[in-house]
């Protein structure tokens, strides 16, 4: 895949979450305050080999306190509308699954982690997005399956 559709990809993603994402607002009679989201793109500028593309940074206050959670996202594309496979590096592996496989053993707050699968890309009129979340919960139930190539 060429670095012009890997740039469109996130760029178009990017852009999705900024206008989906919603504003501040203020709940009435209340000093808290309903969701605030900031987008950041970590390959904007440069690649930067982290194991996601984008971080999403939820914040609101609740009870006077300030608190916030964070929603890493891998951008994957391709630039036809049925070629479903498409690889993940064993980083992007470990991490994109590390959350699901041991949440069930840990009491800390583990990353939320999305991978967005942009379908005909670089294509205005036919893009698609598929977003799937908690992967390892989907390699478990058999939603999706691994695949390796020689």
């Excluded at 205005?124 to 190539?149: M, N, P, S, Y």
Aim: charged share 25%.
């Amino acid at each position: 895949m060429s670095e012009d559709v890997g740039y469109w990809r996130e760029c178009f993603v990017y852009h999705y979450l900024q206008h989906l994402l919603p504003t501040t607002t203020t709940m009435s009679g209340s000093d808290d305050r309903c969701n605030d989201y900031t987008v950041e793109w970590k390959n904007e500028v440069e690649e930067s080999r982290a194991s996601y593309d984008m971080v999403v940074v939820e914040r609101w206050r609740k009870g006077g306190r300030e608190r916030e959670k964070h929603y890493f996202i891998e951008v994957k594309s391709t630039q036809w509308h049925n070629k479903n496979a498409f690889s993940l590096s064993w980083q992007e592996f470990q991490f994109f699954t590390a959350s699901t496989m041991s949440a069930s053993t840990s009491s800390v707050s583990l990353p939320c982690c999305y991978l967005f699968r942009v379908e005909n890309a670089m294509d205005w009129r036919k893009v698609r997005i598929v977003i799937l979340k908690d992967i390892g919960k989907l390699l478990e139930f058999g939603t999706v399956q691994l695949c390796l190539a020689i």
